[in-house]
């Protein structure tokens, strides 16, 4: 079992930054590809980026690419998603989860996810 919790969500205003954290513990042993996802209210549960397990490879969704890094430090067992140039489209629960297999942009393919962090982008 592996436990996710992020962190670093908040309010900011459009053109602003935020940096989550997405810490694991449990059987972290065997590291894992991380993704980052988000949902929106009343919307379905988006790929937004994700990492590899030794963090050199990265994919981002059209949307966020250029504006979003993803990283990961395996000494402490934390990912980060900083989000810079915010726009309110970008307002969603953010959630991490971990795959132990592969590379995936799809929800259903990660084992494990955190409970998630709020970001509120205004205009």
């Known amino acids: 079992q592996v436990q996710l919790v992020e962190s670093g969500g908040g309010l900011v205003q459009a053109g602003g930054s935020l940096r989550l954290s997405c810490a694991a513990s449990?059987?972290?042993?065997?590291?894992?590809?991380m993704g980052w996802f988000r949902q929106a209210p009343g919307k379905e549960r988006e790929f937004v980026a994700v990492?590899?397990?030794?963090?050199?490879?990265?994919y981002y969704t059209d949307s966020v690419q250029g504006r979003f890094t993803v990283s990961r430090d395996n000494a402490k067992n934390t990912v980060y998603l900083q989000m810079n140039n915010l726009k309110p489209e970008d307002t969603a629960v953010y959630y991490c989860?971990?795959?132990?297999?592969?590379?995936?942009?799809?929800?259903?393919?990660?084992?494990?996810w955190g409970q998630g962090t709020q970001v509120t982008v205004s205009s």
């Open positions: 989860a971990a795959d132990i297999a592969t590379i995936s942009s799809r929800p259903d393919k990660y084992d494990y």
């Open positions: 449990g059987r972290t042993g065997s590291t894992y590809v």
């Open positions: 990492v590899s397990r030794s963090g050199t490879t990265t």
